[in-house]
């Protein structure tokens, strides 16, 4: 009897192992060939491919993403997530400093059918001093991370200075806000606004823009 359920033992194993020898044969291990094995995040780290996959995980802090508006960033130090302003704001961050506060403000624009990139920038660069929009003549350009933007000066009053930076796509328009507030000299001629603290971060993370 011990035989028999000796011989019964045997011939299942050797059965289970053919079944897994030949399932190796047939079905080798295949190796998964990526066309890169690292991807770039936007402040210049590297991450390595998942295991067994050629998705990448998400970069991490400070990489910032936003899937709805399909762009991602480096978000300058200091900087944290904020409450957005209003419905055409995606995202917003603040950093509170010694005398002064700076924000960041990202929004979206969709260029209408019948419209044009530059006219929706006119549209919607609209003064917060005066309610008008903005004068053609006052809109300059900046090449940053090798990138083009159109700059608008949307307030400069009372302490508070705001200026905007348009990147035009395909199908809308990007407005990244610098908002410094507390700006002691806010009205003087020799106030250089690139080096407030808020035109400082948004320029900075323009240039890791993907």
């Given at each position: 009897m011990k035989s028999l359920l000796w011989g019964i033992t045997i011939v299942v194993l050797l059965g289970i192992g053919g079944f897994v020898y030949?399932?190796?044969?047939?079905?080798?291990?295949?190796?998964?060939?990526?066309?890169?094995?690292?991807?770039?995040?936007?402040?210049?780290?590297?991450?390595?491919?998942?295991?067994?996959?050629?998705?990448?995980?998400a970069c991490p802090p400070p990489n910032v993403s936003l899937s709805d508006i399909n762009i991602a960033f480096a978000l300058p130090?200091?900087?944290?997530?904020?409450?957005?302003?209003?419905a055409a704001s995606v995202a917003a961050y603040a950093s509170e400093g010694t005398s002064t506060s700076a924000t960041i403000v990202i929004r979206s624009f969709a260029i209408n059918a019948s419209s044009t990139a530059l006219a929706t920038i006119e549209?919607?660069?609209?003064?917060?001093?005066?309610?008008?929009?903005?004068?053609?003549?006052?809109?300059?350009?900046?090449?940053?991370?090798?990138?083009?933007?159109t700059v608008a000066p949307i307030e400069q009053f009372e302490g508070l200075v705001d200026t905007a930076y348009y990147l035009?796509?395909?199908?809308?328009?990007?407005?990244?806000?610098?908002?410094?507030?507390?700006?002691?000299?806010?009205?003087?001629?020799?106030?250089?606004?690139?080096?407030?603290p808020a035109e400082v971060a948004v320029r900075q993370l323009l240039t890791t823009l993907q």
């Open positions: 030949r399932n190796a044969v047939e079905n080798p291990a295949q190796t998964v060939a990526c066309p890169v094995n690292y991807f770039q995040c936007p402040d210049g780290t590297q991450v390595p491919h998942l295991a067994g996959s050629c998705d990448f995980p130090d200091g900087f944290t997530a904020t409450t957005t302003p209003d549209q919607t660069a609209v003064s917060g001093t005066s309610g008008a929009p903005v004068p053609f003549t006052s809109l300059s350009s900046v090449v940053l991370g090798g990138t083009n933007f035009v796509r395909g199908s809308d328009v990007l407005r990244f806000d610098a908002i410094d507030t507390n700006v002691e000299n806010w009205n003087s001629d020799n106030l250089d606004i690139t080096q407030l």
